[in-house]
């Protein structure tokens, strides 16, 4: 079954090289990096990884994918294992009908886990990926050593019902079939929106990245796996305020960093209301898209925060 899924995704990105974009090898992760499709959690997830030494996975969010961290990932791989996959439903993962509510999907990271041999590893997340990060952290609280979460809410903590009014989040609830078939055939516009009106500086998201990432949104089946990572968000809301209501708290050490032109301070006051140690850091001259604004802010973010 997978060999069709992988065939669409070459073509695609045929047509994105086809027609101007960056390199292929652009995005490419260093050739020390294997990738994989591994069966996980009744589910198949495509997985970059590569290095030696404390495990480390590397958690995308909506409008990219598990490529989004190269950088990152490149510089983890000197004294890291590093894992990179993609979601349930996006990227070159399986498309699968449903299981988009979060804590179904921390079960696929623990899964991918489990096959790559990492019963612990340190957790690094943005915009989506924040939010399977933290069921990850609450369902398998003794497999997280440490959690790092990038400017995006999480439903149900905090001041989440505030965050919901602001009407640049318009998106959180249009999906649908035909909020699908609006789109068919116009990913790349949908997805400009998001890039443009989520930067600080639009530019810095750059074209070849555009174009890559609107080809993998253009696979079958993957506008439809988006939607439904939105439309399960009243379900993530309901799963972490019960595990809050029951005393549940993030006992790990958190890094809850913003762009400092996007969620900024707001990311350490969501993970106050969950986490007991949470340390706030800022990616300057950034918007959402940490990893196209500022990468190397970002990475000096984290990997000190990971080496502390």
Same mark, same amino acid.
């Given at each position: 079954?997978?060999?069709?899924?992988?065939?669409?995704?070459?073509?695609?990105?045929?047509?994105?090289? %086809?027609?101007?974009? *960056?390199?292929?090898? %652009?995005?490419?992760?260093?050739?020390?990096?294997?990738?994989?499709?591994?069966?996980?959690?009744?589910?198949?997830?495509?997985?970059?990884?590569?290095?030696?030494?404390? *495990?480390?996975?590397?958690?995308?969010?909506?409008?990219?994918?598990?490529?989004?961290?190269?950088?990152?990932?490149?510089?983890?791989?000197?004294?890291?294992?590093?894992?990179?996959?993609?979601?349930?439903?996006?990227?070159?993962?399986?498309?699968?009908?449903?299981?988009?509510?979060?804590?179904?999907?921390?079960?696929?990271?623990?899964?991918?886990?489990?096959?790559?041999?990492?019963?612990?590893?340190?957790?690094?997340?943005?915009?989506?990926?924040?939010?399977?990060?933290?069921?990850?952290?609450?369902?398998?609280?003794?497999?997280? !050593?440490?959690?790092?979460?990038?400017?995006?809410?999480?439903?149900?903590?905090?001041?989440?019902?505030?965050?919901?009014?602001?009407?640049?989040?318009?998106?959180?609830?249009?999906?649908?079939?035909?909020?699908?078939?609006?789109?068919?055939?116009?990913?790349?516009?949908?997805?400009?929106?998001?890039?443009?009106?989520?930067?600080?500086?639009?530019?810095?998201? %750059?074209?070849?990245?555009?174009?890559?990432?609107?080809?993998?949104?253009?696979?079958?089946?993957?506008?439809?796996?988006?939607?439904?990572?939105?439309?399960?968000?009243?379900?993530?809301?309901?799963?972490?305020?019960?595990?809050? *209501?029951?005393?549940? !708290?993030?006992?790990?050490?958190?890094?809850?960093?913003?762009?400092?032109?996007?969620?900024?301070?707001?990311?350490?006051?969501?993970?106050?209301?969950?986490?007991?140690?949470?340390?706030?850091?800022?990616?300057?001259?950034?918007?959402?898209?940490?990893?196209?604004?500022?990468?190397?802010?970002?990475?000096?973010?984290? %990997?000190?925060?990971?080496? !502390?």
């Amino acid at each position: 079954m997978r060999l069709p899924l992988l065939a669409l995704a070459a073509s695609a990105l045929m047509m994105v090289a %086809t027609a101007g974009a *960056a390199r292929a090898e %652009t995005f490419d992760f260093p050739a020390a990096f294997t990738a994989r499709d591994i069966p996980a959690n009744g589910t198949t997830i495509h997985v970059r990884s590569g290095g030696h030494g404390p *495990a480390v996975v590397l958690l995308h969010g909506y409008g990219e994918t598990g490529d989004m961290w190269i950088p990152l990932a490149a510089e983890l791989a000197k004294d890291h294992q590093v894992i990179v996959p993609d979601l349930r439903g996006l990227g070159l993962s399986a498309k699968p009908a449903g299981g988009f509510d979060k804590k179904t999907q921390a079960a696929d990271v623990a899964a991918v886990m489990d096959a790559l041999g990492a019963p612990r590893a340190d957790v690094v997340a943005h915009d989506i990926g924040n939010m399977v990060a933290f069921q990850v952290a609450a369902r398998y609280p003794q497999r997280v !050593r440490k959690l790092v979460v990038i400017d995006a809410p999480v439903p149900g903590v905090g001041p989440w019902d505030e965050i919901l009014k602001n009407p640049l989040l318009w998106h959180f609830r249009f999906g649908g079939p035909d909020m699908e078939r609006l789109v068919a055939g116009r990913e790349r516009i949908y997805l400009d929106r998001f890039w443009n009106e989520f930067s600080a500086t639009p530019a810095n998201f %750059t074209e070849a990245a555009r174009q890559h990432y609107a080809a993998l949104y253009a696979m079958p089946g993957a506008m439809h796996s988006g939607f439904a990572q939105f439309a399960a968000f009243d379900q993530d809301a309901a799963d972490n305020r019960d595990f809050i *209501a029951h005393g549940g !708290r993030l006992k790990m050490p958190v890094l809850a960093v913003g762009g400092q032109k996007s969620f900024g301070p707001m990311m350490a006051t969501v993970m106050r209301a969950a986490a007991d140690d949470v340390t706030e850091g800022q990616v300057p001259d950034s918007g959402h898209w940490i990893m196209e604004e500022n990468p190397q802010a970002t990475t000096r973010l984290v %990997t000190a925060f990971l080496a !502390r």
